[in-house]
């Protein structure tokens, strides 16, 4: 349980893992294909990353790593093989570091952004050099 956390537990687990299916639910249908893509226009030859990617289609010429919370939006996704599709939410992925050159956090995180915002942040930093946080405030 404390694993999960970087900090100490805000809530118990049945809370935050209720919180995630509650926003899970209200993303797919309001925010199931969020314009981050209009942000890496000039990713062309980089090996880039999306935490929250829902089912945006991915522009031609990056290496892409599509990480996100909601499985079923995964299943739906019609990639390239070229790119990875990972289920999780950000927080702890299992790459290593620098393992992008840019890492895009989409809009689709801006309901679990006050508890996770932090996490997330940190392992996009750790991720890449270059990070493009698209979040409303949440």
Same mark, same amino acid.
């Given at each position: 349980y404390a694993a999960i956390y970087s900090q100490r537990p805000r809530a118990p687990l049945e809370d935050e893992y $209720?919180?995630?299916i509650r926003w899970s639910e209200i993303a797919r249908v309001h925010c199931a294909?969020? $314009?981050?893509?209009l942000t890496v226009s000039n990713a062309t030859g980089q090996r880039a990353a999306v935490l929250g990617c829902g089912i945006t289609p991915v522009p031609e010429g990056a290496a892409w790593t599509l990480v996100d919370f909601d499985e079923e939006l995964l299943r739906r996704r019609a990639d390239p093989d070229s790119c990875t599709l990972i289920h999780g939410l950000g927080v702890r992925t299992p790459f290593p570091n620098r393992a992008f050159d840019l890492v895009?956090?989409?809009?689709?995180l801006t309901g679990l952004w006050g508890r996770w915002g932090s996490d997330i942040e940190r392992e996009a930093a750790r991720l890449a050099p270059e990070v493009r946080v698209l979040v409303r405030d949440a």
């Open positions: $209720r919180a995630l294909a969020p $314009r981050w893509d895009v956090v989409s809009p689709r």
